[in-house]
T-cell receptor, first 115, second 108 residues
Framework: EAGVTQFPSHSVIEKGQTVTLRCDPISGHDNLYWYRRVMGKEIKFLLHFVKESKQDESGMPNNRFLAERTGGTYSTLKVQPAELEDSGVYFC?????????????FGPGTRLTVL | GQSLEQPSEVTAVEGAIVQINCTYQTSGFYGLSWYQQHDGGAPTFLSYNALDGLEETGRFSSFLSRSDSYGYLLLQELQMKDSASYFCAVIGGFKTIFGAGTRLFVKA
């Protein structure tokens, strides 16, 4: 069984540009999560999809961030326009059931650097 | 607010035992998980405690005391490959809240 994959693995962009991150969850996992880790700090929850619906997006920092999961399969996270403080590692995770009962499987992350 | 506290760094020698503590303050609580992350890699699940007590999985054990809002991860017979970051995480409803991670250095 393939694990969670993320693309790209690294992205370096300039302030003001747009970046789109992609996550492919494990096949059959309805739950998909986005997290972000800024250097040395906690892995911070961004949002949670159940299939194509946003279950909880309370962690999204502001309206420069847009997440989609059309068709309930892969998800994208777009940052537009990017700011310096958006730099960090963006992780995607998926699980078969909800977070209260099921293990989340993480992808390797996308390291975003905004210059 | 919601917060998890764990030490930022721990150093131990190969073959030793190390305990990584985690205290939490969250509005919802289903259980406490531990994840391991090697540099550049994905966080990988280690253990989950929903009830008080000790859960053992090989060289790793995890403990939870809900009344104290406290848990720990115990690593025995440390190996060099155990050098990594370890995150505690509270499962609260549909959201998982992570700590900042503890960097474990294992020395020969």
């Amino acid at each position: 069984e393939a694990g969670v994959t993320q693309f790209p693995s690294h992205s370096v962009i300039e302030k003001g540009q747009t970046v789109t991150l992609r996550c492919d969850p494990i096949s059959g996992h309805d739950n998909l999560y986005w997290y972000r880790r800024v250097m040395g700090k906690e892995i911070k929850f961004l949002l949670h999809f159940v299939k194509e619906s946003k279950q909880d997006e309370s962690g999204m920092p502001n309206n420069r961030f847009l997440a989609e999961r059309t068709g309930g399969t892969y998800s994208t996270l777009k940052v537009q326009p990017a700011e310096l403080e958006d730099s960090g590692v963006y992780f995607c995770a998926s699980s078969r059931a909800g977070a209260s009962t099921d293990t989340q499987y993480f992808g390797p992350g996308t390291r975003l650097t905004v210059l | 607010g919601q917060s998890l506290e764990q030490p930022s760094e721990v150093t131990a020698v190969e073959g030793a035992i190390v305990q990584i503590n985690c205290t939490y303050q969250t509005s919802g609580f289903y259980g406490l998980s531990w994840y391991q992350q090697h540099d550049g890699g994905a966080p990988t699940f280690l253990s989950y405690n929903a009830l008080d007590g000790l859960e053992e999985t090989g060289r790793f054990s995890s403990f939870l005391s809900r009344s104290d809002s406290y848990g720990y991860l115990l690593l025995q017979e440390l190996q060099m490959k155990d050098s990594a970051s370890y995150f505690c995480a509270v499962i609260g409803g549909f959201k998982t809240i992570f700590g900042a991670g503890t960097r474990l250095f294992v020395k020969a």
